[in-house]
């Protein structure tokens, strides 16, 4: 069954989020797909080519985009395809393919069912790494957890105090020291505090600082160490925070953090801002990473879990209106 097929049953409401949220996207780099399409003549090489431009310029990712367009060249030839409107179904199904690549994607976030859930936040300054980790606080909060935060990014000059406002809107506890302190002695004091006074779920933040990737991993591993002699198994997730807005920038910070720590999923935070929403196939294609979360909006419950199905009739709604 098609992605058009089954589609149609999906949440009316999330439907309308994302269209609304990827309509920079939609209405800018996309824009002239379905009209491209649907004019052409013929199925040919200068057909592949602007499909191929459209899609670069979506910021879908060069790699991502060559594989793709070979993929739809060679399903067009195997099914003697001719009419250019045909590709429009082909093209989202395949995108589709492209996200799961053979595999059951599971965007909910992995919880300890035995105890504290431990989640570390990752990512470079300014990509609003400390809103996503207030949203989240505001979501399992709602769902009745017991959330505390750890102000771990204790270098950059007001990160700790930015935190403990959210904490402080949200209604959630935090501990925080000084600006300049060890990181590492945050996590040791929330982790003891988390497990002695029962809390379902620890939210971390943690430096974003990229100039040296050998002193960002050992951060990081020393953060782990110990988050890991009072919880073993945690952290439970690593999420890495992107800006969408900054575009194939966020595919170079993905790929410094992933070799620095075991990222576990991504949140790809103002994709309501940027005409290149197409970040998230190249994330997942490239990097392997599946996306978590996405923010769609300004509000404290513009974060939303991420669903390929709502995100990809976010880019191509104009195909299933006529």
């Not at 003697?80 to 965007?107: C, H, S, W």
């Not at 909060?141 to 204790?154: M, N, Q, R, S, V």
Request: proline letters at 2%.
């Amino acid at each position: 069954m098609g992605f058009f097929d089954f589609f149609k049953k999906k949440d009316k409401k999330k439907k309308e989020k994302y269209k609304l949220g990827l309509h920079k996207t939609r209405e800018g780099a996309l824009s002239t797909l379905k009209e491209i399409l649907e004019k052409s003549d013929k199925i040919d090489d200068d057909l592949f080519d602007r499909l191929e431009e459209i899609f670069i310029m979506a910021d879908i990712g060069v790699d991502t985009v060559i594989d793709f367009i070979d993929g739809l060249k060679e399903e067009v030839k195997n099914k003697k395809i001719t009419e250019p409107k045909d590709l429009q179904e082909m093209i989202i199904d395949r995108m589709f393919e492209i996200y799961l690549n053979g595999e059951i994607v599971n965007a909910n976030l992995n919880m300890n069912k035995n105890g504290l859930t431990v989640i570390l936040f990752v990512g470079v300054n300014g990509v609003g790494k400390t809103t996503s980790i207030a949203k989240i606080a505001n979501a399992y909060k709602k769902e009745g957890k017991k959330i505390l935060l750890a102000a771990g990014d204790t270098f950059r000059a007001g990160a700790v105090a930015q935190l403990d406002v959210w904490a402080s809107r949200v209604g959630v506890d935090i501990i925080t020291k000084p600006d300049g302190s060890d990181p590492s002695s945050v996590m040791f004091d929330a982790v003891k505090k988390a497990k002695a006074e029962n809390y379902d779920i620890l939210l971390c933040d943690t430096a974003g600082r990229l100039q040296n990737k050998v002193n960002l991993m050992n951060e990081l591993a020393k953060m782990k160490r110990v988050i890991q002699k009072e919880c073993p198994d945690a952290p439970h997730e690593t999420l890495l925070v992107i800006d969408a807005t900054t575009g194939q920038n966020g595919m170079s910070q993905a790929k410094a953090f992933k070799e620095a720590t075991d990222v576990t999923g991504v949140i790809l935070t103002k994709l309501d801002g940027t005409s290149k929403g197409g970040i998230v196939l190249a994330i997942r294609h490239e990097m392997g990473i599946p996306i978590k979360y996405v923010g769609l909006g300004e509000g404290i419950d513009d974060l939303e879990v991420f669903d390929i199905e709502q995100y990809l009739y976010g880019l191509f709604a104009d195909f299933f209106e006529e």
